[in-house]
């Protein structure tokens, strides 16, 4: 599907997201308060243009510097920059002119609207597989973000690139995609209206997954997943048999991630101090550690918390000198699998 088809819906055919036909681009509604709280400030014409499928507002993001790709108006970009405050940063980068242009439009509205002096965001025109065309420094920033967009890319396996290549060591990219339960066909692809609602060019969840990890990012790690039903008779019959989820992955730039969960015999204990998560932090979907619990942990999960910006919230407990095996119950199995979808719960 051709960048030139792309733009035009979400340029033109696209006013607001009442125009779309599917539920793809939905974002759920469980949203936390705090969430909500900065959403209800950002300006009505972002809020309608958005075409997001998942929450991508990760914890202690105070003072970050975060990239968006795909950004389109800006509603995240803007809910983000709230988040980081006046000392944070957030970059946009869209391919759509007339998206950029509603961005560009509401900068000062927002920094008036949240307290800041100047505002912390910015907006480059540009494509999500070309980020080395762009005048963004390599390793420069702590998150990167992107909202039902990589599906939407001509070469995703350059997105993933791309964005290692931006990340520094102990980053993570933290983003909201729609997922197939296996490979779409090649006329499916071709769809313009398949493709811009975000279904037929959702990726395989196992291909995603290979990618991922070729990309430089050890052990991708599944937030929360949910089913995307068509709710449109007539595209439901063009994508059939195929099944779609919206999921949310954290992946981390860290060099020491092994190919599998190994037991070393560490645990950590969390402390409570993330803002918004006084009672347990959720690092993924099987990882729900309470506060005060001594709660064991693999070694890839350690090295997630002890050398990323979690790291302060954590005592740790352990090291690598001794190995006691697999950690067993770490992930790893198919998204689509009965009872896989829904809420973070722990399970190791």
């Not at 243009?49 to 970050?64: Q, T």
């Not at 196992?206 to 709710?231: M, Y």
């Not at 449109?232 to 019959?237: D, I, K, R, S």
Request: proline share 4%; aromatic share 10%; hydrophobic share 40%.
């Amino acid at each position: 599907m051709k960048h030139e088809s792309v733009q035009n819906y979400y340029g033109e055919v696209l006013q607001s997201s009442d125009d779309l036909q599917t539920n793809a681009c939905c974002s759920p509604d469980d949203i936390p308060a705090h969430v909500k709280a900065v959403l209800a400030q950002i300006h009505d014409e972002v809020l309608t243009r958005y075409y997001g499928c998942g929450l991508i507002a990760p914890l202690a993001l105070e003072g970050m510097r975060i990239l968006d790709l795909g950004c389109g108006a800006g509603r995240d970009v803007y809910a983000l920059s709230a988040m980081v405050g006046e000392t944070g940063r957030v970059v946009g980068v869209d391919m759509t002119p007339a998206q950029l242009d509603v961005a560009r439009a509401h900068q000062d509205y927002h920094a008036e609207k949240f307290g800041h002096a100047h505002s912390n965001v910015e907006f480059h025109h540009g494509f999500i597989e070309k980020l080395d065309a762009l005048e963004l420094e390599p390793g420069s920033f702590d998150i990167i973000v992107s909202n039902c967009v990589i599906n939407l890319a001509t070469d995703k396996a350059a997105v993933l690139r791309g964005a290692h290549h931006l990340l520094k060591e102990g980053g993570e990219m933290y983003f909201s995609d729609v997922y197939a339960d296996r490979r779409v066909p090649q006329e499916m692809a071709e769809d313009e209206v398949l493709y811009g609602e975000c279904l037929s060019g959702a990726l395989y969840w196992n291909d995603f997954l290979s990618l991922s990890k070729a990309a430089g990012f050890g052990d991708p790690r599944q937030v929360i997943a949910r089913e995307l039903t068509v709710e449109n008779p007539v595209l439901e019959a063009r994508v059939a048999p195929l099944k779609f989820l919206s999921a949310t992955y954290r992946l981390f730039k860290l060099a020491e991630l092994e190919p599998a969960c190994e037991d070393y015999g560490q645990a950590v204990i969390y402390q409570g101090t993330v803002e918004h998560a006084p009672h347990h932090f959720v690092l993924d979907d099987h990882h729900v550690i309470e506060t005060g619990k001594v709660f064991p942990l693999c070694g890839n999960t350690w090295l997630m918390l002890k050398h990323t910006r979690f790291a302060p919230h954590f005592q740790f407990i352990g090291d690598f000198d001794r190995h006691y095996g697999i950690f067993e119950g770490c992930g790893g199995e198919s998204p689509f699998r009965e009872g896989s979808l829904g809420a973070a719960v722990p399970c190791c």
